[in-house]
């Protein structure tokens, strides 16, 4: 009995050992922030992903590990919504989501992504990729993509939107 114990302590003790990296993990964190001036486009900076919600709300929420997450900065200057993140990988990224009723313009610089959850309304949406970035969004209305380099891009349109890639 006396050996048993100890055989499946020392197991325990190998098993759990084993699991430990000497890092602390990381674990999920969330924050939001409530805007208080409108604003009418957007511009997303580093490693984050912005998903455009279509609702009526002024509390923007971040998503991601705590790290991420207290590295975002958010400011509304001019109109323009301006969302900042960490350099880093793409594998740990900060996700924000942005409610919005009416946009016009996105632009996305050093790795953000943008996407939507649910369809958009916008009548006219503008996106500038500057760099590396993938977007993925529905709007009703009609797309212009502008991009500063020659990246290629795959879409689907319904029949009363109207899409047009440009090249800066």
Known sequence: M??????????LVIAISSFATGKPSEGKSSRSWSVDQPFGSISAKGNIEVVLVPVDSKT???EGTEKYVNGIHLEVDNGVLKITGMKGSSRSRAVVYVPV???SKVTLKGGADL?????????????????????????V????IESDD????HYEKSERSIIRVERA
């Open 60 to 62: 923007i929420s971040i």
């Open 115 to 139: 996407s939507s959850k649910g369809r958009l309304e916008s009548k006219n949406l503008f996106i500038r990729i500057e760099g590396v970035s993938k977007v993925n969004v529905k709007n």
């Open 141 to 144: 209305g009609d797309i212009v």
């Open 150 to 153: 020659l990246h290629q891009f």
């Open 101 to 103: 009723s009416d946009i």
């Open 2 to 11: 006396k050996k048993q114990f100890l055989l499946i302590a020392s197991f």
